[in-house]
């Protein structure tokens, strides 16, 4: 498959994706089962994931997507990430951050600081993907789908320049 100027093959089929995503939910239901968990999916590329995976979570449950907006801030990095479009109240809630992959981890670790800060009683992740420098750095989420190496991959709601969210399956680049 084609996409802009770089070619992709299948990685994770959509049948693969299911199976893990129905595993995921057998353990949220057992760990979860005496909470009412606040499930946050990060847009974008966590809207198929967040979708497939909330079908099978039958216990009680609030769901609120949000985003994580960059803007130019004052300290060393020179960018701050900061949750939006969230209108539940954190305080005391038992959150679950739903997020597509964890690539540096950087974005995660903003949003588990931000949501403590706000007064979350926990806070915890379920992510599909994780990448290579996540899993060296030893940046956890209680839940993960697939260990990945350093590859880019697209499809299943993830995107290459805004392009190939919309597949069943997920799919890397080809070295060429
Ligand atoms: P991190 O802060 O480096 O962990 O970046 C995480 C975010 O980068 C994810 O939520 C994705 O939106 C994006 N991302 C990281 N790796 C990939 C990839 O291989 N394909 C598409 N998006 C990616």
Redesign the pocket.
């Known amino acids: 498959m084609k996409i802009k100027d770089l070619e992709f093959k299948k990685l994770i089929t959509a049948d693969k994706i299911e199976k893990k995503i129905k595993a995921l939910a057998t353990s949220i239901n057992a760990e979860y089962k005496d909470k009412t968990p606040l499930f946050l999916p990060?847009l974008?590329?966590?809207f198929m994931f967040a979708s497939d995976l909330l079908k099978e979570v039958t216990i009680p449950c609030r769901i609120s997507f949000v985003k994580?907006a960059s803007y130019s801030g004052t300290n060393s990095t020179g960018q701050v990430n900061t949750l939006i479009g969230l209108e539940e109240s954190l305080f005391n809630q038992d959150i679950i951050i739903i997020?597509?992959?964890?690539?540096?981890?950087?974005?995660?670790q903003k949003i588990v600081d931000e949501l403590h800060g706000r007064g979350a009683k926990s806070v915890e992740v379920v992510a599909l993907?994780r990448?290579a420098?996540?899993r060296e750095k030893n940046?956890g989420a209680k839940y993960i789908g697939f260990e990945?190496e350093d590859?880019?991959?697209?499809g299943y709601g993830?995107?290459?320049d805004g392009l190939g969210r919309n597949t069943k399956d997920i799919y890397k680049q080809t070295v060429s």
């Open positions: 990060i974008n590329g966590s994580v997020e597509d992959i964890i690539d540096t981890g950087l974005t995660l993907l990448k420098p996540a940046i990945l590859e880019f991959v697209l993830l995107d290459y």
